[in-house]
């Protein structure tokens, strides 16, 4: 087997519009077919992306037997379900990130992944694949700024429309959720470590219920991050990565586009470097890799164990804030 089969369950904008147009142009993934609960609107989507076979439901996708491995970007209350009836049907699965609601429904779909040891599983964080993340990573561990001793991150968008499921509270939405889980993992990656203690403060919209600022310090043994994330505000994104020794800037950190170079700067003294990366897709990469991973039968770039331990971040988050204080995750 050369390359993988995909199914896509759902036609959310972040797969039609994002991912599977990417990973189309991967060199070891095939889109076969596409699901949604419309079969109209599976249909469209397939004809608008050249996808072979289109389902009026998730159930039947799951049992076709060409298709090797599924793409879940469901709204995050139904990541955890549906992975595990993909699992269930014998499918591979890459899950849009967070993985969970919660620590303890992530650690539920641990336990049932190791029911099936020759199925991988994998949260979908793609800028972990981006070139220049992995030079931050290799800058980082190679001492370039002396001792990592600070991670600041913002990230925002303006979202008030009603009827997006970012901004409905029952389907998982809010800002903690959808982006607030990137700086969490972003400072998990480049300490190499789990945070000792958290601190949170959520500002919650009326209307929606959902956290619309939320900002949160994670406690490590080494050092400290911060972040801000915002779904009501002007957009914006940036991570400053601060050592003993000199400071790495990230340009556009999460949304790499796709079209465009990328670019870190690397500040040490009076002296600045640019590094540029070649264009490339975080989304392509991604499906690759994963991709790779389950034809040479090894072990999945990012474990569930990681996906777990991010979602206890969250979780932490969330229970500082209701408390007011401290907290271990």
């Not at 990541?79 to 595990?84: D, E, G």
């Not at 945070?195 to 619309?212: A, K, L, N, S």
């Not at 050092?223 to 801000?228: D, K, L, P, S, Y």
Request: charge should be negative; glycine fraction near 6%.
């Amino acid at each position: 087997m050369h390359t993988l089969n995909w199914g896509i369950l759902s036609t959310a904008k972040i797969g039609v519009k994002k991912v599977i147009p990417a990973m189309q142009h991967g060199e070891k993934c095939t889109i076969r077919a596409i699901a949604s609960r419309d079969e109209k609107r599976a249909r469209a989507a397939a004809e608008q992306l050249g996808i072979p076979r289109a389902y009026g439901s998730y159930d039947e996708l799951l049992t076709d037997k060409d298709i090797h491995a599924i793409y879940n970007p469901l709204p995050n209350h139904l990541h955890v379900s549906w992975t595990i009836k993909a699992l269930h049907a014998g499918k591979h699965v890459l899950c849009e990130k967070p993985i969970a609601l919660s620590a303890d429904e992530a650690a539920e779909l641990t336990e049932n992944a190791k029911m099936y040891p020759d199925l991988k599983v994998m949260e979908a964080f793609m800028y972990r694949f981006h070139p220049q993340w992995i030079k931050a990573k290799e800058l980082v561990k190679a001492g370039e700024i002396g001792v990592l001793q600070t991670i600041q991150t913002f990230f925002s968008y303006n979202n008030v429309n009603p009827d997006d499921i970012r901004n409905i509270a029952e389907y998982g939405g809010g800002g903690l959720m959808d982006i607030g889980c990137y700086p969490i993992s972003v400072a998990r990656f480049l300490f190499d470590t789990e945070p000792i203690d958290v601190f949170g403060h959520m500002d919650f919209d009326p209307t929606f219920e959902t956290d619309i600022l939320t900002s949160a310090v994670l406690k490590f043994e080494n050092g400290r991050a911060t972040f801000t994330v915002s779904t009501q505000v002007e957009p914006y994104q940036r991570v400053l990565i601060f050592g003993t020794e000199g400071q790495i800037e990230i340009d556009i950190p999460f949304n790499a586009p796709p079209n465009k170079p990328t670019r870190l700067w690397l500040n040490k003294k009076s002296h600045t470097e640019e590094i540029e990366f070649d264009i490339c897709d975080q989304y392509q990469l991604q499906g690759d890799a994963f991709s790779q991973a389950v034809i040479n039968d090894e072990p999945v770039p990012t474990p569930l164990d990681d996906a777990v331990a991010n979602m206890r971040v969250i979780d932490a988050v969330i229970k500082s804030h209701s408390a007011g204080m401290w907290i271990k995750p």
